[in-house]
């Protein structure tokens, strides 16, 4: 069954179009306002089929009808750890090693082909719309949007923690542009002739020569955490390719532990929490008190 939203027409928007009560007052993107438009049915003004140039009185109904999913993935069966689930969104915990698309060398066993395969078998939508990526080697929840409006109108705070080399106190911040290293495709640097770049950091214990962090981006720059600690001269436990060792972790040692979803046209504020994944806390045991429980709460705004 398609995804239908319904909407009552504020005093605000009388007299005005739908195309704008939709991109001003929702939110929607410009792709999404053209799809709903293509889509048999995608407007109806008080029941009725209507066009984004009519104008809406206050007190209208405009319904959404959202064109149905055609894309195809392959499926294939294996452990998805779900942490949230509505019609709106799927919130996943991606274990490390792990890519969230299909790359070279990991055709079949990534985050996608796991989510096709429980679309598949609970009968839902096969649209796959993460509304970010974690590197391959980060653990950590991941927000699936299950539809366009879900995904393209969503704003997302994440809160990442990361074991990093040597011991910090206190918090603070790195603003320092990055860009890509001379002559490589794939290593980060920090520099004046890369993106602007700000990471938040704060101190949460140490031991053993190791500091766990919790840290936030205002933005999202590929590597971020990971060129910004070890610019500091603390780069992330296990992160070898940006100085860090491998004696306690073969991979960075990076979460994604904490997150708020908000999607005003959906109406919906969600907070999830996910806890470390084992190889971390095996790895540095005295993390494991502060991991966060997992949880998920999720309120409806009117």
Not at 92 to 116: E, F, T
Not at 133 to 160: N, Q
Not at 235 to 240: F, I, K, N, R
Not at 244 to 250: H, I, V, Y
Request: charged share 20%.
């Amino acid at each position: 069954m398609r995804r239908s939203l319904s909407y009552t027409v504020p005093p605000q928007w009388d007299g005005r179009p739908v195309k704008e009560f939709l991109r001003r007052g929702l939110g929607l993107s410009t792709r999404v306002l053209v799809k709903q438009k293509q889509a048999d049915h995608g407007l109806l003004r008080n029941g009725a089929p209507c066009r984004s140039v009519d104008l809406l009185f206050a007190g209208d109904r405009l319904e959404l009808r959202l064109p149905e999913e055609t894309a195809a993935y392959q499926p294939v069966e294996g452990p998805l750890a779900i942490l949230w689930e509505d019609q709106d969104y799927l919130v996943v915990d991606k274990p490390p090693q792990m890519p969230v698309h299909p790359s070279p060398g990991h055709d079949c066993d990534s985050l996608l082909n796991r989510v096709a395969f429980y679309y598949e078998k609970t009968c839902q939508s096969p649209a796959f719309r993460p509304l970010y990526r974690l590197d391959r080697d980060t653990s950590g929840a991941i927000v699936i949007g299950k539809h366009r409006v879900a995904a393209s109108a969503a704003r997302v705070e994440k809160r990442y923690y990361a074991v990093c080399q040597g011991v910090l106190s206190g918090e603070g911040t790195v603003d320092q542009s990055i860009g890509l290293a001379p002559g490589s495709k794939i290593l980060r640097q920090c520099g004046e002739e890369g993106q602007p770049a700000v990471t938040h950091w704060k101190a949460l214990a140490a031991a053993e020569n190791h500091t766990l962090l919790e840290l936030c981006l205002e933005t999202g720059r590929t590597h971020q955490i990971r060129v910004h600690m070890a610019s500091l001269g603390h780069p992330l436990a296990g992160d070898d390719l940006y100085g860090g060792s491998r004696e306690k972790l073969s991979r960075q040692a990076l979460h994604c532990g904490r997150l708020l979803v908000s999607c005003p046209p959906l109406g919906t504020d969600l907070s999830v929490a996910c806890p470390f994944p084992p190889d971390l806390v095996e790895a540095f045991p005295w993390t494991g008190e502060l991991s966060p429980q997992q949880s998920a709460i999720v309120s409806q705004r009117s």
